[in-house]
């Protein structure tokens, strides 16, 4: 399964200058695509335009082509889109249904919407929990639970979707140490799952260790794009914005200040 | 300049009747640059409200420059005690950056050229002096989050309290903010900042405190604080150490939580060691 | 999920036993339909009928009586009269003195003047009010609005309109906690909130501005997580579970909603008191 962008540009209604220009994206079956830049780069609205939120739901106009296992998606509406790609964003909270009392019910909302029969719902929404390792909140309330935990919640019921691909928009970045933590992990496993994702990150070093390949924005197009070790190990990076990953500044300065970095090897999973 | 402490420090939040400070004594002198870290409801947030006057201690005391806050109401205390939210969305209303800049000291009765340099400067050290017309709502939140760091700025409080001023911003705006931290406390002013970026606080600041259920559980340079002494109390409110302070302790370097500070000291090894 | 093996932990399955599950009282347990046709019965009726007797009869009979049932009654007491109390004190007092058929005179303060008439329609209307917040109360603590919503979906009600409703009611508190917030940021820039009312007038946009641009901002977001969630699909949602509902449950609310109709037209026609 596949999903792929072709030349595709998109307008934000009412902004005369593209926030996406030319973009050729190819997310394939088990692949994790790690996406960075600056503040402004088109980070967040590629996610909407992979997800098909844009145009769909934001608005605006877009151009190139979309397709999902080679089909075009240009005239499916968003439901049956949402079926095979999930969308997560920043914000634990406001991803909430609102309406379910429980995680449980949380977690099976999605399903329930896409009219999926009940016992089918039930254990697709008892296997994302599972994936995700909170079985235990099963009961709970979404609304009393921490930011990590109410995020995790939140990626279950995506997951319960059974979507193809998965895009995630800046997971950690509202999220305290421990929580950033919890999702980080949670990412790490569903990649090594087999999980197709794009995500979204400043935080380098998790793309580091969770992404195929990466890809940094400037301005709305694709500056850099190739295999992770290359493209986090660029000297271009920091112009470009991008926090360099730990492991790789320590490296670079190593080689500046003549130390040898094989010294920094042994450590470097201290 | 005024020196800030708080003693014996305890908060009763009244609806919920959580003790969200247990005790707290921490003194700040003039041109101290002070990080707090530990993990949500460790009582951090809490702490620096109680520096302005927006949170009222329900035991113990703030004094500022010797004076005892209680008698201050907030408005005075803002002019002396800058606070920073983190949500810069939870106060831009202004239609123009300049307008947004400028409430903080109108406020505070500046008018004139008085007002005019203060904006200007704090437009420039938070790196938005080509966005002064712009449209507040037009900015990304890199430069929404300076913006609400450059609208306190010009108020050109002797202390400035930032609450996680790194989240939600790109390489350059943590470098900025990391320069404004610099250039404020070079002049005298006083810097104490929220953080849960380890890499950020390790090269920004001169002072660490570790806060844990409401107390200081640490309080020392960043040397200390993430020396290896101090990683089982950094895990009990779930931080970790820097990666070069990691591997600074596994090759047996002592206390390096910066980078750069990790590279120099292996180089010093290496030349010994010729 | 697509390629390599998924990851499933098989440790639970079925549908939890504890989804939807029953309330701690009869009165509780008994159809959230039922209990919002009793409260909505119980209110019209107490305007309908007025007088004393008629609200106080159903104050006891429709409020306190099942309050007691489902073991709520010092939380009842406390959130109805909470709820009542600003428009009954106002309506209290404006009726007392200012009641126009007014003339026995029973107490006179300066030019204002309480009368027996408006003593005895300010209690008639007291009785009123307290029968509403009464029977609002006490639909609030023995009912989940989810549960509500679900029960109206089962019987063909567009979700939309049912999570419209909750996500309104929801709405309010995290707006409340939003102005606290934009408050105490704008307080520390030095916005003077308890100055003379002209300054405190001059603090209302710095506090509004943010309060509403977020909420917007906000709904937008959830928009679109909905959305992704496919809640736009056309058709019939599965539902996990619906509340408990009896044929008996039926008849009784159809039998308070023709006696509500048939209290109401004989007012109409102008029998009773």
Known sequence: ?270 | ?274 | MAGRERLTRASHSGLPEWLGRPGPSAYHRLNPLTKATLATVTAVAAVALGGLVGPALLVIGAVLIPAVAAGVLGRLLRLSLLLALPIAISAFLVNLFFFPGGRTELLRIGPIVATAEGLGFALEILARILAISGAVTLFYLTTRPSDLVLDLERRGVSPRIGFVANASVQAVPAMVERAVQITAAQRARGLDTEGSPLRRARGILPIVGPVILGSIAEVEERTMALEARAFGRPGRRTLLWAPHDTAAEGVVRWLLLAGLLVLVVARLAGVGP
């Open chain 2, 1 to 274: 300049m005024p020196e800030l402490e708080a003693r014996g420090l305890v908060h009763v939040y009244r609806d919920s009747g959580v003790r969200a400070l247990d005790g707290v004594d921490l003194r700040v002198a003039p041109g101290e640059r002070v990080a707090i870290i530990g993990q949500n409801g460790s009582g951090k947030t809490t702490l620096v409200r109680h520096l302005n006057g927006l949170l009222r201690p329900t035991e113990g005391r703030v004094t500022i420059g010797g004076e005892d806050a209680s008698g201050m109401t907030v408005a005075q205390l803002a002019s002396r005690v800058g606070l920073v939210f983190q949500d810069p969305d939870r106060q831009i209303f202004s239609s123009s950056v300049t307008a947004e800049v400028e409430f903080g000291p109108r406020n505070l009765g500046r008018r004139g050229e008085r007002l005019r340099a203060s904006v200007a400067r704090a437009l420039v050290a938070a790196g938005l002096a080509d966005d002064g017309e712009a449209n507040p709502y037009d900015l990304g939140g890199s430069r929404r989050k300076l913006l609400a760091l450059a609208s306190v700025l010009a108020m050109e409080t002797d202390v400035l309290v930032l609450d996680e001023p790194t989240t939600g911003q790109d390489a350059r705006g943590v470098e900025r903010v990391r320069e404004v931290v610099e250039e404020v406390t070079t002049e005298g002013r006083t810097v104490i900042a929220i953080s849960h970026d380890m890499r950020f606080v390790a090269e920004t600041f001169r002072r660490v405190v570790v806060m844990r259920e409401g107390r200081i559980v640490l309080d020392g340079t960043p040397d200390e604080a993430f020396a290896h002494e101090s990683w089982e109390t950094l895990s009990s409110t779930y931080l970790e150490p820097t990666l070069a302070a990691r591997i600074g302790h596994r090759l047996g370097l002592g206390p390096t939580p910066t980078d750069e500070g990790l590279i120099a000291a292996l180089a010093a090894r290496g030349r010994t060691a010729q």
């Open chain 1, 1 to 270: 399964m596949s999903l792929a962008l072709r030349g595709v540009g998109y307008r934000y209604p009412g902004v005369a200058v593209p926030a996406l220009l030319d973009v050729d994206l190819h997310l394939g079956s088990g692949e994790v695509v790690g996406v960075t830049g600056a503040s402004e780069s088109g980070k967040t609205t590629l996610c909407l335009v992979v997800s098909g939120l844009a145009p769909r739901v934001v608005g605006g106009r877009i151009r190139g082509t979309i397709t999902l296992d080679g089909e075009s998606v240009d005239d499916w509406p968003m439901h049956r889109l949402a079926g095979r790609v999930g969308i997560g964003f920043q914000d634990p909270t406001s991803q909430l249904s609102q309406v379910a009392v429980t995680v449980f019910e949380e977690v099976a909302f999605g399903p329930m919407n896409l009219g999926v029969a009940r016992d089918a719902i039930v254990e697709r929404t008892w296997e994302a929990l599972g994936t995700l390792r909170i079985e235990g909140l099963a009961e709970r309330d979404p609304r009393r639970l921490s930011g990590g935990q109410q995020q995790l919640v939140a990626m279950a019921g995506l997951l319960a979707m059974r979507p193809a691909h998965l895009v995630l928009d800046e997971p950690t970045a509202q999220l305290d140490p421990a929580g950033t933590r919890l999702v980080a992990e949670a990412v790490e496993r569903l990649a090594e799952g087999g999980a197709s994702i794009l995500i979204t990150e400043q935080k380098t070093d998790l793309l580091a260790s969770v992404a195929d390949r990466v890809v940094v924005l400037r301005d709305g197009r694709f500056a850099l794009d190739g295999p992770t070790d290359e493209v986090l190990a660029d000297p271009r990076l920091i112009e470009l914005g991008v926090r360099e990953p730990a492991p790789l500044r320590l490296r670079r300065l190593a080689a500046t200040a003549g130390v040898d970095p094989a010294l920094l090897q042994p450590a470097a999973d201290a």
